[in-house]
């Protein structure tokens, strides 16, 4: 299996979710999948839950083997502006030593990787004594919901697995690997603010009409102290100061406070006590403001007090938070704070727990993990460090990918998360790439990995 031509023909598979007008697309991702998986040995089929796009599941191997389920997502993102793009992006290119196009590093490069992988595995050892069964979702750009839907009904067909292996992370650079060992849960929600009935004339009726826009901008600013930190009761409830190893680990990052502000482009930083700002974007929990909107946003002047008002908010949570809890103290705050003349609505748009999942033999580790996890993360651990040189990082991950949550939630399953996509790739954005030498590296890491699996049996 040739990996560039095979990504080819994965990528020329149009298959962007989030556009009704890209079924035909997503119709043609499931039948190279199906295709390369059968080729392989696998058992196949397609189920749909929640009406949503086909997940693919695979299966090869003995009941009686140890079980280890492969995640990922074969569809993409939309590939506008297309005008930005240098090559047809679902017409894969490979140039300079990498190969351009629409999901080539996310996630389709990946999958294609450990498919590579695979073929020589089973070349090499046709009755390689693993069952490995694939859960392959067409919605993971667009909230996985079909997939969790179907995890809901029938996660516990999964749950003797030892654990879930995907690749859907990110590293620094080829010469260090990262492993995500968590990755922040997510609670979003919209408060909207009314005042009058209408737009009214800010020189006649200003005054004694509280303006919206200010009552909104105040409840905003009342939502964090001078000096970072979340000002809203029982915020950081649960919420533990991450351990020694954790942070001697983040100190390996090769990325320095002073190259991430020329990165962000900031004058200075505003972390809250108690993490510094490199900790801050993997140990501590946040509470952003998106947007704001309400008023006058044209060219010039208008002199009026909107009716209407409105504030997109996110937080980022961290494990022992509970989002239940956080959203429920979050509508207590902001109701109690504001004022008596306006009406308050609060729009509950996403909630996701936080994960967590730690090495074993660490002050924090968890003393029931399964044994076959426990010792495949020293195992991928000498894997990684064969084939890139050094071993990984084990790191936490500042963003959230929800369906891992609800992967333990329903199937009780932890993850390993190896990252194989670097800054350069440009995920979502125009030109998307993928290393050629990080797709060879990764297919050796992928045989070697699973290789040593085996032999355990």
Known sequence: ??????????????????????????????????????????????????????????????????????????????????????????????????????????????????????????????????????????????????????????????????????????????????????????????????????????????????????????LVGSLHNADGSVNVPGFYDGVKTPADWERAELKKFPLSEQEYQKIVGVKAFHNPPGLSPLESLRFGPTLEINGIGGGYQGEGSKTVIPAEAFAKITCRLVADQDPEKVFAQMQKTLRERCPEAIEMSIELQQSSPAYLVQPPNRENSDPAQNPVLSRAFGQLENAVAAHFGTPPLFLREGGSVPVISDIKKYTGLDSLMVGLFLPQDALHAPNESFSLEMAERAQGMFYTFLRSLARDV
């Open 1 to 218: 299996m040739d990996f560039a031509k095979t990504l080819e023909k994965f990528v020329a598979a149009a298959s962007v979710s989030a556009d009704p007008a890209f079924a035909e697309g997503m119709a043609r991702a499931c039948e190279f999948l199906r295709g390369a998986l059968e080729g392989l040995g696998f058992e196949v089929k397609e189920v749909r839950a929640d009406k949503g796009q086909p997940i693919v599941l695979a299966e090869r191997g003995e009941k009686q083997w140890p079980r280890v389920v492969l995640y990922g997502h074969y569809d993409v993102q939309p590939a506008d502006p297309v005008e930005k793009w240098h090559t047809p992006p679902f017409e894969a290119q490979v140039k300079d030593g990498r190969i351009y196009g629409r999901g080539t590093a996310d996630n389709k490069g990946p999958i294609v990787a450990l498919l590579c992988a695979l073929e020589k595995l089973f070349a090499d050892f046709p009755a390689l004594p693993l069952r490995l069964t694939f859960i392959l979702e067409g919605e993971e750009e667009t909230g996985s919901r079909a997939l969790s839907a179907f995890l809901k009904e029938h996660g516990g067909e999964f749950s003797d697995a030892a654990f879930v292996l995907l690749a859907d992370t990110g590293s620094p650079s080829l010469e260090q690997i990262v492993v995500t060992t968590a990755l922040r849960g997510i609670l979003g929600f919209e408060l909207r603010v009314k005042g009058p009935a209408a737009d009214l004339h800010s020189g006649l009726h200003g005054g004694p009409v509280y303006n919206p826009l200010q009552a909104l901008c105040e």
